[in-house]
């Protein structure tokens, strides 16, 4: 048997729920014993006061240690002293700050054998009861109720449903949304027909085989559509597997950006910080084109001074879009053509300018971390301005980074790139591919494509 205590100052709000669904068959069937516990009444002045202000000042009430602490311990039997000494396991507490509720999570705490659940109220609880006994903070959502209660209690139901003999059909909790991954599919019952809408014919065969893989074709379906992130290829069976692999190869780019890019040989620096001009290189163009084109750039500027060094850049692109390259290789061309030469970084924001009869926002990108609050920006932040559809410019440099007097032009400075560990000497050509993979969605935030929102120092 699962004992569950909710501690509350509201035990009348919790009660009023309990007394139904699932929550109530687990109690009857003696597979729970959930006690409500009045916080109010471990406090010791007369009017029972439980919250009071915080120090520091400050809107708000917090609820005050002293009458939480003796309250888990007389949930737990013991001690004040003893809670104190060495904290049982198992103490939940309700917070936005907590890791958000999963069927994995709910899964886990059903096996449990005892567990205290502490319902706040206003600003929070005191601080010293989180430190000091509380195991674990569970947040439902990314949003804002009055109080724990009616996180606790959806807490509650859905650790019940997991323990066999509570629901009547144990095949329910089997087909429920998220425990195969995925999540449910769709169910109808009498009569066949209401107001001219039929149930499937596949559902009214009677065929369970049948019915089984349509279900399965269904839920898969559904998930793609509005729950991607749930999807697990690896544990898809071979039909499912086959379906994903088709609606995957007809997707098409998840974001309409006026994305540019430029790569600038001038001004940069050398390791000794002096001002140079480098060289353009064959990887330079090809690595970068086909990267552009991969992640929907409209344009990528290769800059350099030197004329001879453009003209090296123009014979490349022309031999693969116009000469003889673009006769064996049918993709190459297609990258190529995003490639255009400036003689400096004026030129790049002039035509971008022209074209999109605007001036670009300008985010510059380094190794190092932007130390100016005002312009460094998260990669987060700058998916959501891509996605707001203003036009926007990346900036990577050659040799050893961007010169001063082109971050200074810079709106923004991205965040560098984080990998397994603090080494981070990576090639622009590897550089420009990972930036471009974070910044356009394909792989991190879905849905924000429309999206205005993004700031300074985000």
């Not at 406090?43 to 003796?70: H, Q, T, W």
Request: proline share 3%; hydrophobic share 35%.
């Amino acid at each position: 048997m699962l004992k569950i205590d909710i501690l509350t100052i509201f035990p009348e709000l919790v009660e009023s729920i309990i007394r139904y669904g699932a929550i109530k068959y687990a109690v009857t069937a003696g597979k729970a014993e959930i006690r409500v516990i009045d916080i109010r009444k471990f406090c010791d002045d007369k009017n029972r006061n439980v919250d009071d202000s915080p120090y520091g000042g400050g809107g708000g009430m917090v609820i005050k240690a002293e009458p939480l602490f003796k309250a888990i311990a007389s949930s737990r039997e013991v001690s004040v002293e003893k809670l104190l000494k060495k904290p049982p396991s198992n103490i939940v507490y309700f917070s936005p700050a907590g890791r958000k509720m999963t069927s994995k999570i709910t899964k886990e705490y059903s096996e449990k054998r005892r567990i205290t659940l502490i319902c706040g109220r206003y600003e929070d609880i005191d601080n010293r009861v989180r430190e000091k006994v509380v195991s674990d903070e569970i947040s439902i959502g990314d949003y804002v109720v009055s109080g724990g209660e009616l996180p606790g209690c959806i807490f509650i139901d859905s650790i019940l449903r997991n323990i066999k003999g509570v629901l009547g059909n144990e095949s329910s909790a089997q087909n429920d949304s998220f425990e195969a991954g995925l999540l449910d599919f769709p169910h109808y019952t009498r009569p066949a027909e209401v107001y001219g809408l039929k149930v499937p014919d596949v559902i009214l065969s009677g065929d369970h085989k049948k019915i089984d893989r349509y279900r399965k074709t269904d839920q898969l379906k559904t998930t793609l559509q509005r729950r991607r992130d749930l999807v697990e290829y690896e544990k898809l069976d071979k039909e499912q597997k086959k379906q994903y692999i088709d609606w995957y190869s007809k997707q098409k780019p998840r974001i309409d950006s006026k994305l540019y890019v430029t790569l600038l040989h001038y001004p940069v620096y050398d390791r000794l910080k002096k001002t140079i001009v480098t060289s353009v290189t064959n990887l330079d163009i090809h690595d970068i084109c086909r990267s552009s084109a991969t992640f929907d750039v409209k344009k990528y500027y290769i800059s350099n001074p030197i004329e001879t060094q453009r003209n090296l850049v123009k014979r490349v692109c022309h031999f693969w879009t116009e000469g003889y390259g673009s006769t064996y290789h049918e993709n190459r061309n297609v990258a190529l053509e995003k490639v255009s030469v400036a003689t400096d970084f004026k030129e790049v924001v002039d035509s971008i300018k022209k074209e999109e009869k605007e001036k670009p926002i300008i985010i510059g990108t380094s190794a190092k971390i932007c130390t100016d609050t005002k312009k460094f920006m998260s990669f987060e932040a700058a998916r959501k301005l891509i996605s707001s559809r203003r036009p926007v410019l990346i900036v990577f440099g050659t040799g050893w980074g961007l010169a001063d007097s082109v971050t200074d032009r810079c709106d923004f400075i991205l965040e560098p790139i984080n990998g397994a560990n603090h080494f981070n000497h990576l090639s622009v050509r590897s550089a420009a591919a990972i930036i471009l993979d974070r910044l356009t969605i394909n792989n991190y935030t879905e849905n924000l494509q429309g999206g205005n929102s993004y700031g300074k120092g985000n």
